[in-house]
């Protein structure tokens, strides 16, 4: 147990005392945030418009389109040409427009269900359209309502809609919208750990078996002892930078909520205080750990395998270890369809089943327990993983005790099975 502890420390130490993991520790939460409201910013700051000429034949568009250039429409993604058609098709690329639209004089506002073409002289993705598209419509629209008479008060009543808004009986303070964030926050975090420290426990184990540390190593003290310290020691430090991370966010809540007295934190602190009040966040953050070390400690065991089979090519590395990243790959393509249905038969057995609980059932917990996940459910959960990464590590261990030690052969998944289940 002590030679255990000792691989544990040693490994904790080495990586918590690299720049690598304190640069990381700042710069990840930073960069998560980025990824999210970065890239809509910068798609909605890059976005450019399609100009369309549109040549309108049946007089409909006219009008209408005279009023928007007069209501200072800035868009100006679709202005009325006077030239003619053949004019037009020819050269209204060189006129500086992107493409055109002719509306025949047999369009008629009753019908309303007529298609148009944008003829281009290059393809645009459906984003592209889509604003033309929406433009067309509008105007469209204001002129079937002046043919019918209908006037603005008419079409303010026309266009109020039902908002329907989720009631939770059992518990009136839950928010769909907070949970569903919360939940995609959750699954993408383990998603990215398991991800990042499982592959570092493959060449953590890796570089010690190419530079010959391993068999030094090994002399002293048993295979198994040291695939366990080694993953024990890089889930502890996955998990202090995470406890890091929760700790910046009770610092930065409870700094707002007794500086900030108006404006934008005040804002803030009312945003976070509703988070507080509809996720049961203490549940949230206990789940989370024991599913991050659980997690782990499964995926973990099936990465050090692979790193102990393996020599200097990494090529052999990729091949080995695609079918573990293509699980954890498929278990956050299974988080979407949970977070939108928490209750339904694809997330619960996603919750269940070891090699996807870790994510999905982190996405659905936010939901409620257990008004959506039943303590059944989270029981049965925990106690299906922790089975599982017994089996990985058992399964792991045998494969490790022979693949550490052995140099020059290039292992299948075939092979690495039969030094698992050889006496």
């Known amino acids: 147990m002590n030679k255990i502890l ?12 690299k720049k690598t993991f304190i640069i990381g520790t700042i710069l990840f939460p930073l960069l998560y945030l980025a990824l999210i409201f970065g890239t809509s910013y910068i798609a909605d700051k890059t976005r450019e418009d399609l100009r369309i000429a549109l040549i309108d034949q049946s007089g409909l568009f006219k009008q209408e389109l005279i009023n928007t250039v007069n209501g200072n429409d800035t868009s100006n993604t679709i ?24 509306i025949p004089e047999t369009f008629k506002w009753q019908t309303g269900t007529d298609s148009l073409l944008v ?3 290059k393809s645009f993705g459906i984003g592209a359209i889509n604003p033309v598209e929406k433009k067309i419509n509008r105007i469209w629209n ?28 059992k518990n009136k303070n839950a928010n769909a919208g907070i ?53 024990v020691g890089i889930g502890m430090v996955a998990l202090t930078q995470f406890l890091i991370w929760i700790a910046c966010i009770f610092i930065i809540y409870n700094v707002t909520k007794t500086t900030g007295s108006g404006g934008a934190a005040s804002a803030m602190v009312g945003k976070i205080q ?13 789940c ?32 080995l270890s695609f079918p573990i990243t293509m699980l954890i790959i498929f278990s956050i393509a299974l988080m979407t369809p949970a977070i939108s249905n928490p209750s339904s038969s694809v997330a619960v057995w996603a919750s269940i089943i070891p090699f996807s609980s870790p994510i999905v059932m982190m996405a659905r917990i936010p939901f409620g327990v257990p008004n959506t996940v039943p303590w059944w459910q989270l029981g049965l ?15 792991a261990a045998r494969i490790y005790r022979t693949g550490i030690l052995m140099y020059g052969k290039k292992p299948s998944w075939k092979e690495m099975i039969k030094w698992a289940f050889r006496k």
């Not at 000792?6 to 005392?17: A, D, G, N, P, S």
């Not at 202005?79 to 002719?102: H, M, T």
């Open 119 to 121: 003829n281009t002289k």
């Open 79 to 102: 202005q009325l040409v006077a030239a003619s058609i053949e004019v037009i098709k020819e050269s209204f690329d060189s006129l500086g427009y992107d493409g055109y639209v002719i």
């Open 179 to 231: 949970a569903t964030t919360i939940g995609y926050v959750c699954g993408f975090l383990m998603y990215l750990i398991l991800l990042l420290y499982g592959s570092q426990v493959m060449m953590g184990v890796t570089e010690e078996k190419t530079s010959r540390i391993a068999e030094v190593v090994v002399s002293s003290v048993k295979p198994f002892q040291l695939m366990i310290g080694k993953i």
């Open 142 to 169: 204001k002129i079937k309502r002046d043919s019918l008479g209908i006037d603005s008060v008419k079409e303010a009543v026309l266009s109020k809609s039902i908002d329907l808004k989720l009631n939770n009986e």
């Open 381 to 395: 959960s925990m106690a299906s993983l922790i089975a599982g990464f017994m089996f990985t590590t058992w399964f």
């Open 6 to 17: 000792l691989i544990i420390q040693r490994e904790f130490l080495t990586r918590v005392r």
């Open 288 to 319: 989370f750990i024991f599913y991050l070390l659980a997690g782990f400690f499964f995926y973990s065991s099936l990465y050090a395998a692979i790193g102990s089979a393996i020599n200097e090519d990494m090529r052999e590395a990729q091949s």
């Open 274 to 286: 509703e988070v507080f009040t509809s996720v049961n966040i203490p549940l949230v953050v206990g």
